[in-house]
């Protein structure tokens, strides 16, 4: 498929093609000649979203805020202003407006123009109720239902008022522009800024109840936190007071520096005990025992005095470990010690000196160790009471710890929770009052007329209509299959092609005319095709002489060739003998008329007698009958090369080849066979078994003729 094709299809209906262009340019004339002037009006809504001045309490939430987002937030806006329920707002308006103004935007409809004073006022008393209460019109009620059609008629319902409002956000910036057009200056600018207006009412609405509704749940959640808490606080501190526990670490502290303090004592103690005893030791090891013995029996006769002033001793240091060795028992510890030493000093003197050794430095010096080493061994077993006592203390505070502990780490986390609950409540509460940022810039204004576009309109029209005819041409040119060109007989059968013939304009030819001086001006283009299919088929005889000629079917211009070929070859001064092989429709018999016939020749063997023209024609009578039913094959084939002796080409008009097996018969006796195709005639399935029977004569099929093809696509040479 070639698109010079296509061109040559275009420039045959080139001239319907003006008219239709023509005809409409003309009708779209009258179409918009009546268009009334349009007015456009618009205004601009700062939405604040990208406008950093009005994000002075949000910068780092506006600073990571991705083009993505900001695009979403564009299109959740420009989508809330053309609302249904908005729209309808701004309806009710433009209704109310003409039905009580003196100088309405438009006029009433003729359906409606008639309307009395009652319908009018109960009208707008329904319309004015629907935009108190931001209600649309029930269609399910014939009264509303009728009002509905009011405003339709007006061009004032949503559908009407969409075609022509346009709500579109600046490029990259921060404004969206709200544009609405109609015929009338004043109505342009009243739709925006009504539109504007509701929008602005809604959306600050919406907003406010949606903080209110957030600020009232932080609130709520806030006081849950701090209920928690305080529940929390509260049940550590009943803990604390029905186990005794004021400060659980300053407790435990204070027990453990009291054990180090009687454990460092008791280690004191064990050593003065120790030094006591090592110091008795050595000055018992200084008496004889005799001396031990005397002395022995003289401590055992002590005075009850030193027994009461030692008993006296025991309770006060029993007090002062018990105390904690608080230093106020130790001046009445260090009188009582004093006391003692004279005590036993003085029944020392009296008792305990032997009159035959004087020794009674060692006695006093030992009674006194010895009453120093069973106060310290009194004092240990004090400690390690104490000692066992805070032990125990300490003991009965680790399980405090871990419940403690718990209290404490329950009340940490509500704690935390409260201050998230307090920060979220309190930014929400700053929010609040700086979250609306949406405003109008300034109102819409009426605007002079756009400049019209009636002539585009025009042009718009002829250029559409041009267009579509293309398309169909192009479309029914896509959809022939027929063959235009040479090239596309030879893809369409994959048969090799000879050339092709013009079609001959003017009446239909008549084959013995054809050739004469008044048919040259005519028969010109059709002469030099001929004279180059001509050449193509004795490059393909190759010196023989047989050449028949057929086609797929009936009136493809086969016979018109095989005349013409038989002129061409005469006028080289060849001696061409035609036959008429077509008994089915002996066209050239019924033409030429000659006097000699096929029937005859192939039966007697007569002989052919050339005429002036050095053209010899073989004729049949036609009917019923087959090459094969005159004779059989040895015979015709002796017959074809008696005749192939006499002449120097023999050209066979033969059947097409949807006769059965009539053209068949013939062509077991040519040399070489062509086949004749006229052009713009599709190949139908029916056809296909016979060009793949000229495919299976291999080399014998010599090619395609493509008759009354374009003259456009011959030059001449």
Known sequence: MELSSYFSLVGRYKYIILIIVLATGVASYFLVKNLPDEYISSTQISTGIVDATKHLLDKDANAVAQQEQINQEFNNLTEIIKLKKLIDNVSYQLIIHDLSSPTPFRKLNHKFKDMSAAARAHALSVFQEKLQAQEPLSLYTADEKSLNELLISMKYDERSIRKDLDVERDVESDFITISYTSENPQLSPFVVNTLCKEFLEYYTTNVK?????????????????????????????????????????????????????????????????????????????????????????????????????????????????????????????????????????????????????????????????????????????????????????????????????????????????????????????????????????????????????????????????????????????????TVKEPIDLVNRTQLPLLGSLNLISGPKPDLKKLWDVENRQRMQQFKELLRSVRFEIDQELKGEKILGITSLGHGEGKTLLATSLAYSYSAINKKVLLIDGNFSNPTMSKTIQPKQFVEDYFRSNSYIERDAAAISVLGNRGGDITLLEINDERNIRLDMDDIKSKYDIILIDLPPLDSLNQAKEWILFTDKTIAVFEAHKNVPRSQIQYIDYLKHLNRKFAGWVLNKAPISHHRKK
Do not use: W
């Not at 606080?233 to 803990?239: E, G, H, P």
């Not at 002395?295 to 030193?306: A, D, L, M, R």
């Not at 060795?325 to 006391?339: G, I």
């Open 209 to 481: 109840q949606s903080e209110t509704n957030a600020i009232t749940f932080l609130q709520n959640q806030l006081t849950l936190k701090r209920n928690v808490l305080n529940e929390k606080k509260d049940s550590l501190q009943r803990y604390k007071i029905k186990n005794g526990i004021l400060n659980l670490d300053d407790q435990s502290r204070s027990i453990n520096a009291q054990i180090l303090n009687y454990e460092d004592k008791k280690l004191a103690a064990e050593k003065d005990i120790a030094s006591y005893d090592g110091a008795i030791k050595g000055i018992d090891e200084k008496f004889n025992p005799k001396d031990r013995a005397y002395i022995e029996s003289t401590i055992s006769q002590y005075n009850q005095v030193v027994t009461n002033t030692e008993e006296q001793l025991h309770i006060l240091n029993d007090q002062y470990v018990h105390s904690g060795f608080d230093p106020k028992y130790k001046p009445a510890l260090d009188s009582l010690q004093k006391q003692l030493t004279g005590e036993i000093n003085n029944g020392s003197d009296k008792y305990i000196t032997n009159p035959q050794i004087a020794k009674d430095d060692l006695v006093k010096q030992k009674m006194t160790l010895e009453v120093s080493r069973d106060l310290a061994k009194y004092s240990v077993a004090a400690i390690d009471g104490e000692l066992a006592e805070l032990r125990d203390q300490f003991h009965r505070l680790v399980p405090f710890d871990a419940v403690i502990k718990t209290y404490e780490s329950d009340i940490t986390i509500a704690s935390q929770e409260y201050l998230d609950a307090l920060n979220k409540y309190n930014q929400a509460q700053l929010e609040s009052n700086f979250s609306i940022k949406v405003s109008q810039v300034e109102p819409a204004t009426p605007n002079t007329a756009e400049p019209s576009k009636k002539m585009l309109l025009i042009a718009l029209g002829a250029i559409v209509s041009f267009i579509i005819c293309l398309l169909v041409l192009f479309v029914l040119f896509y959809l022939d299959d």
